[in-house]
Structure formats: structure tokens, C-alpha cells
Nanobody, 121 residues
Framework: QVQLVESGGGLVQAGGSLRLSCAAS????????MGWYRQAPGKQRELVAA???????NYADSVKGRFTISRDNAKNTVYLQMNSLKPEDTAVYYC???????????????WGQGTQVTVSS
């Protein structure tokens, strides 16, 4: 099986920074895309940022210039550096990974349990 474990959420004042981490473990052969999604109360889950195994990135317009996604392929870990945080960034942040397990041929989506980010005004 595959597990994604997130860390780094918390409470921060507007204008502050947080760094989220997500480590994937288990019988992993390869991870294609890794990303971060978020879900605020009463809203749908939305993509925040994603990064391919080759390092190509994609960001939601609302976080461009403030958030940076990166990954360490050797550690199967993805990071999200969040700067200039705003109250509207408050949400549960979920890690997502497109994983091919050992002895399998398909890539399957896995999700972390979520970590709360709260930005106070």
C-alpha cells in the first residue's frame, strides 16, 4: 500500500509564511505528479499547485507569486512554501500523488489525510 503523510499546517497571521511537507511511503515504484489541493468550509476542493517528476509546475491563479511547490524525488516528498498568506488561504490542505506501485503498471491517485492552515487577519 501507499501512505501520504502531511505536516506543517497551523495558525499564522496574515502576511506570514508556512511550509507544508508531504512524504509518500510504501511499495512505490514511481510517482508522476504530486500536488496540493485545499478545501475551505462550504467550498469544493481546488488545486493549489502541482509538480511533475521532471519539475514542471502549475499553480492556481490565486497563489501565483506567493506559493512555491517543490519535490525531492529521492525522498518521495513534496513541499509547499506559502508566503504572504491571506485569510482566504484558510483551508484544509491535502497532498495528492499519482503513484505507480511496485509490480503494477497503472498510476493511481493517493491522498493525504489533510492538514489545517488557518490565517488570521
Amino acid at each position: 500500500q501507499v501512505q501520504l503523510v502531511e505536516s506543517g499546517g497551523g495558525l499564522v497571521q496574515a502576511g506570514g509564511s508556512l511550509r507544508l511537507s508531504c512524504a509518500a511511503s510504501g511499495d512505490i515504484f514511481s510517482i508522476n505528479v504530486m500536488g496540493w489541493y485545499r478545501q475551505a468550509p462550504g467550498k469544493q476542493r481546488e488545486l493549489v499547485a502541482a509538480i511533475t517528476i521532471g519539475g514542471r509546475t502549475n499553480y492556481a491563479d490565486s497563489v501565483k507569486g506567493r506559493f512555491t511547490i517543490s519535490r525531492d524525488n529521492a525522498k518521495n516528498t513534496v513541499y509547499l512554501q506559502m508566503n504572504s498568506l491571506k485569510p482566504e488561504d484558510t483551508a484544509v490542505y491535502y497532498c495528492n500523488a499519482d503513484v505507480r506501485r511496485k509490480f503494477y503498471f497503472d498510476y493511481v491517485d493517493y491522498w493525504g489525510q489533510g492538514t489545517q492552515v488557518t490565517v488570521s487577519s
